[in-house]
């Protein structure tokens, strides 16, 4: 029998002080580090672990990393194995330092200006570049020409890949397929006992919530023709990229900037220049461009084999029920496909829904709801239900915008997972899981790229465990993504 993992407390890890380099021209060659006694015996027992070529669970600004040395074939085929990761998934490289990074790229490699001035706005932060690959022995690197490296902005990420001296690769701590962890907690209750985790270091709850953005900027020319491609949206807003492309290059349009491939545009504005309101609301009900599907679906497309970065080939973040994505038409354009004598209210749309769902003992069904602050839709669902005795809903708030929701959608997906029962005679958990949509405006777009991936849950395309984790064109017979018109009568 497995013995537990260790949770080692490192609470107060915003007393570690981290001073800029003061010998070199860049603050970031190398920062000095002062960690403190109450959490120096943590890093040192993590440390060792990683040298043992074992893997240690640790906090980031985005989410809670599986780490183990990038220079260690051993300890990162146990990242592959406790996660249960597909072998082509390939893995982030963080590090502490820009002298860390010279390590692990090419020996005289010249950086970028332009990756130099995302470094100098963004790092430590959620934003991840794709570099040329130094060997073949650094990450587990055999059939990739590039590796993705970030420097994390947590302290206490920063301080173990300081003290251990190691460029850690570290996916989110979780097994393959599942929502990422955000807490201490939800790696242990999922990877808990796993041979070769040495340790989970607790540092409280992540502050992003969603993991990083990964840019490929190998092909932005200076002076203009290049483009740079957003691999995976993430904890920062493609328009911020924008902004930084613009200022390298001078003025707008020199450089193209792409989605996953694809030509990628801004979320169009509304007539008083905003784009929408505080909770992630546009004011208006006009739709996009030419009133075409969802433009955030055509954006998100399967992605060819060899993937050359995390999140583009394999089903993630679905918990163990059905999620089901509600999409208010003051967001969402009309599916051109959607037969105008299709019934949208909120009430027929949770009725449809809950045809789907199978009833407990009671003839009762435990819908969860991940919804914004405040938003029609929200208040429309409570009052559809405050005359049935068959469903009960359980609602957890994603804050007032994409920002709060980046934070707490993980989280609360695992939260309704393990909703406890009223008796012994129900099971844990809701049976079904209800989201509903944002515009994919700054953060938007990485919140509602990882709920796409969520819908459908609940073994609809089964796990990677079972070889079925790949993301299909014909994921589910019946589609788990609902257009609901929340300006009409209930």
């Known amino acids: ?98 002298d860390m990074l010279r390590k692990v790229i090419p020996e005289n490699y010249e950086i970028s200006e332009l990756y130099m001035e995302l470094i100098n706005e963004f790092w430590p932060g959620p934003i991840s570049l794709l570099f040329p690959s130094r060997n073949s022995s650094i990450n587990n690197n055999t059939s990739l020409k590039t590796n993705a490296i970030r420097m994390p902005s947590h302290k206490l990420a920063l ?48 502050g992003v919530g969603v993991e990083s953005t990964v840019i490929n900027g190998l092909e932005w020319i200076k002076n203009g023709g290049g483009r740079i491609d957003i691999l995976r949206p993430g904890g920062l807003g493609i328009e911020q990229i924008q902004e930084i492309v613009e200022k390298v290059d001078g003025k707008k349009g020199l450089t193209e900037i792409l989605l996953h491939g694809k030509p990628w545009k801004p979320y169009p504005q509304m007539p008083d220049g905003s784009t929408s309101d505080s909770n992630g609301y546009q004011q208006s009900t006009k739709v996009k461009s ?59 749309i949770l009725r449809q829904i809950s045809q789907r769902i199978p009833t407990n003992e009671k003839g009762k069904q435990k819908i969860g709801v991940l919804h914004y602050e405040n938003s029609p839709l929200s208040s429309q669902l409570v009052h559809c239900v405050k005359e049935r005795d068959d469903i009960q809903l359980v609602p957890i708030s ?21 909703i406890p029962p009223e008796n012994q005679m129900e099971k844990t958990g809701v049976d079904a899981i209800l989201i509903e949509g944002c515009s994919d405006e700054g953060l938007g777009l990485a919140v509602m790229e990882r709920v796409s991936k969520a819908v459908g849950g609940g073994g609809i395309l089964g796990d990677v465990r079972t070889g079925e984790g790949e993301v299909s064109n014909n994921a589910a017979k019946e589609s788990n993504t609902f257009w609901v018109n929340v300006t009409s009568t209930l």
Request: with cysteine; hydrophobic share 35%; aromatic share 4%.
């Open 1 to 98: 029998m497995a013995s537990n993992t260790p949770i080692l407390p490192c609470l107060d890890f915003n007393s570690i002080q981290i001073a800029p380099s003061s010998s070199s021209s860049t603050p970031l060659d190398s920062p000095n580090f002062d960690i403190p006694p109450s959490i120096l015996p943590h890093l040192e027992t993590a440390s060792k672990h990683l040298h043992n070529h074992e893997t240690v669970a640790v906090p980031t600004e985005t989410v809670y990393g599986l780490a183990a040395s990038s220079l260690s074939q051993q300890g990162l085929k146990s990242i592959y194995r406790i996660k249960n990761r597909p072998s082509d998934n390939p893995l982030i490289i963080h590090v502490s330092s820009l």
């Open 398 to 418: 994603l804050g007032l915008d994409s920002a709060s929701a980046a934070q707490r959608l993980f989280a609360g997906m695992l939260t309704l997972e393990r």
């Open 290 to 348: 030419n009133g075409t599907a969802n433009p955030l679906a055509e954006k998100i497309k399967p992605i060819d084999l060899p993937p050359s970065t995390p999140g583009l080939k394999y089903r993630h973040y679905s918990p163990k029920v059905p999620v089901y994505l509600l999409q208010p038409n003051t967001i969402f354009p009309r599916p051109i496909n959607l037969p105008e004598e299709a019934e949208s209210s909120t009430q027929a």
């Open 159 to 206: 301080a173990l890949i300081h003290h251990s001296n190691l460029p850690l690769s570290a996916p989110s701590a979780n097994s393959s397929g599942r929502p990422s962890p955000t807490k201490a907690e939800h790696v242990y209750n999922d990877l808990n006992g796993s041979t070769g985790l040495g340790c989970i270091l607790d540092g409280g709850d992540c």
